[in-house]
């Protein structure tokens, strides 16, 4: 028998959000690998195992996840019911790789579910929301063993717009990092590699030090606010104005630190379908103007016009292929991920609500959804028009728990 407790609370790692439940249970008898099918390339986990703890029993088996996000202190069942993702246009969200789940649902049963058993709820439950039950287990696919080399250097805004294309075919993982209040950006390629693990940096330095400096500047911004654009063109001076090249395994290419907290909005927008594209069973996606360039250039725009908003770096720009999972952000479309950030440096909050409402009303103009485990201000008339297949999720979400046991108070304002 599993005894609950209170008084447990629960609190993101940048301390931005928390929650005290009612109550607090924890399973303590259930082994954390249930099963690797090294054939299938198949392995089957705990949905509360910790990703930096699967990574290590992979490389046990000569396998890796094809694509992860930024951080892997995160569980497979919270990165797969959030909707995580990082970049690749041969790549989806992180769910994607996911082939069964199991569900134990609001009134007790176990729900096996798989794209061959129970898959409509399967089409829903790889973005789950926390909301249709407790993920037990998570099948996920994976690949054989594989390293990457990371290749950052020095470009300009125009030119990465005027180029995406070319650039998201030159490297399977591409991204890019605008540093606002200037025409400076980091273009990364990461790319499979057979070379041995290397840096052509010194890291200690640029990535330790460095950041331990930015983190006593953007302090001082604080008072002084109009010293950000200056901070943002001086660190892409001192970290990212050269060529550098990092060679790993993959996970620990795809992941790194986050130095200290930060508030963080992510939007999904459509993109037309790159021709580096081969056919697929999905749905037919949506296609029409690049709104990459329109999106950023609009933003970049806007703070130009209002000198009194400041932004800190980076805009993260990422890129991920279209899915049929019914509340991911890539539902039925290629989509351009666009990070925006405000860092706490030292835990003290920054003015960022003027940039904070510019941004979202620039990504509903594009028809951008939200990243579902970032700050947004989005209702349940938002996800109606956003989501052709909210009303979908809905009903299976009332079906497997109707007295409304998973839901919180951010739930309800999702679905309510």
Request: glycine share 6%.
């Given at each position: 028998?599993?005894h609950?407790?209170?008084?447990?609370?629960f609190?993101?790692?940048?301390?931005?959000?928390?929650?005290c439940?009612?109550?607090?249970?924890?399973?303590?008898?259930?082994?954390?690998i249930?099963?690797?099918?090294?054939?299938?390339?198949?392995v089957?986990?705990?949905?509360?195992i910790?990703?930096?703890?699967?990574h290590?029993?992979?490389?046990?088996?000569?396998?890796?996840?094809?694509?992860?996000?930024a951080?892997?202190?995160?569980?497979?069942?919270?990165?797969?019911?959030?909707?995580t993702h990082?970049?690749?246009?041969?790549?989806?969200?992180?769910?994607?790789?996911?082939?069964?789940?199991?569900?134990?649902?609001?009134?007790?049963?176990?729900l096996?579910?798989?794209e061959?058993?129970?898959?409509?709820?399967?089409?829903?439950?790889?973005?789950?929301?926390?909301?249709?039950?407790?993920?037990?287990?998570?099948?996920l696919?994976c690949?054989p063993?594989?390293?990457?080399q990371?290749?950052?250097?020095?470009?300009?805004?125009?030119?990465v717009l005027?180029?995406?294309d070319?650039h998201?075919?030159?490297s399977e993982y591409?991204?890019?990092?605008?540093?606002?209040?200037?025409?400076?950006?980091?273009?990364i390629?990461?790319?499979?590699?057979?070379?041995?693990?290397?840096s052509?940096a010194?890291?200690f330095w640029?990535?330790?030090i460095?950041?331990?400096?930015?983190e006593?500047?953007?302090?001082?911004?604080?008072?002084?606010?109009?010293?950000?654009?200056?901070?943002n063109?001086f660190?892409?001076?001192?970290l990212?104005?050269?060529?550098?090249?990092n060679?790993n395994?993959?996970?620990?290419?795809?992941t790194?630190?986050?130095?200290?907290?930060?508030h963080?909005?992510?939007?999904?927008?459509?993109?037309?379908?790159?021709?580096?594209?081969?056919?697929?069973?999905?749905?037919?996606?949506?296609?029409g103007?690049?709104?990459?360039?329109?999106?950023?250039?609009?933003?970049?725009?806007?703070?130009?016009?209002?000198?009194?908003?400041?932004?800190?770096?980076?805009?993260?720009v990422?890129?991920?292929?279209?899915?049929?999972?019914?509340?991911?952000?890539?539902?039925?479309r290629?989509?351009?991920y666009?990070n925006?950030?405000?860092y706490?440096?030292?835990g003290?909050?920054v003015?960022?609500?003027?940039?904070?409402?510019?941004?979202?009303?620039?990504?509903?103009?594009?028809g951008?959804?939200?990243h579902?485990?970032k700050?947004h201000?989005?209702?349940?008339?938002d996800?109606?028009?956003?989501?052709?297949?909210?009303?979908?999720?809905?009903?299976?979400?009332?079906?497997?728990?109707?007295?409304?046991?998973?839901?919180?108070?951010y739930?309800?304002?999702?679905?309510?």
């Amino acid at each position: 028998m599993v005894h609950g407790y209170k008084g447990v609370k629960f609190q993101n790692w940048a301390r931005t959000y928390g929650c005290c439940p009612e109550m607090y249970f924890q399973p303590t008898s259930v082994e954390e690998i249930r099963e690797v099918d090294t054939e299938k390339k198949q392995v089957t986990v705990e949905a509360g195992i910790l990703l930096t703890d699967l990574h290590p029993q992979l490389d046990k088996h000569g396998l890796a996840l094809s694509n992860l996000g930024a951080v892997s202190d995160v569980t497979a069942g919270g990165v797969i019911g959030s909707g995580t993702h990082n970049t690749g246009i041969k790549h989806g969200i992180l769910a994607t790789q996911v082939v069964a789940l199991t569900l134990l649902m609001a009134d007790g049963t176990i729900l096996e579910c798989s794209e061959s058993s129970n898959a409509e709820v399967f089409q829903a439950a790889r973005v789950h929301l926390g909301c249709l039950g407790v993920v037990l287990t998570v099948t996920l696919q994976c690949v054989p063993q594989f390293h990457l080399q990371e290749t950052t250097f020095p470009s300009t805004l125009k030119e990465v717009l005027d180029n995406l294309d070319s650039h998201l075919k030159k490297s399977e993982y591409f991204r890019f990092l605008w540093f606002p209040h200037s025409e400076n950006v980091s273009v990364i390629y990461q790319d499979h590699t057979i070379k041995p693990p290397s840096s052509s940096a010194n890291w200690f330095w640029d990535y330790a030090i460095g950041f331990y400096l930015l983190e006593f500047l953007l302090w001082i911004s604080t008072f002084l606010p109009g010293l950000v654009g200056w901070i943002n063109r001086f660190f892409f001076w001192l970290l990212f104005n050269g060529k550098k090249e990092n060679c790993n395994l993959s996970h620990k290419i795809f992941t790194y630190e986050c130095r200290f907290k930060q508030h963080v909005q992510d939007w999904a927008i459509p993109r037309p379908l790159p021709q580096v594209w081969v056919p697929s069973p999905l749905p037919p996606r949506a296609e029409g103007r690049e709104k990459t360039k329109e999106a950023l250039l609009e933003l970049k725009a806007m703070l130009e016009a209002n000198p009194k908003v400041v932004a800190h770096y980076p805009v993260e720009v990422r890129f991920t292929r279209g899915d049929d999972i019914l509340l991911s952000p890539c539902f039925q479309r290629d989509s351009c991920y666009m990070n925006i950030i405000m860092y706490r440096p030292y835990g003290k909050d920054v003015p960022r609500l003027d940039y904070w409402l510019a941004y979202e009303t620039i990504m509903k103009k594009v028809g951008g959804r939200p990243h579902w485990a970032k700050a947004h201000n989005c209702t349940r008339k938002d996800f109606e028009k956003m989501y052709p297949a909210f009303q979908r999720f809905c009903a299976i979400r009332e079906k497997l728990d109707p007295t409304g046991m998973f839901l919180n108070a951010y739930l309800e304002k999702v679905f309510y």
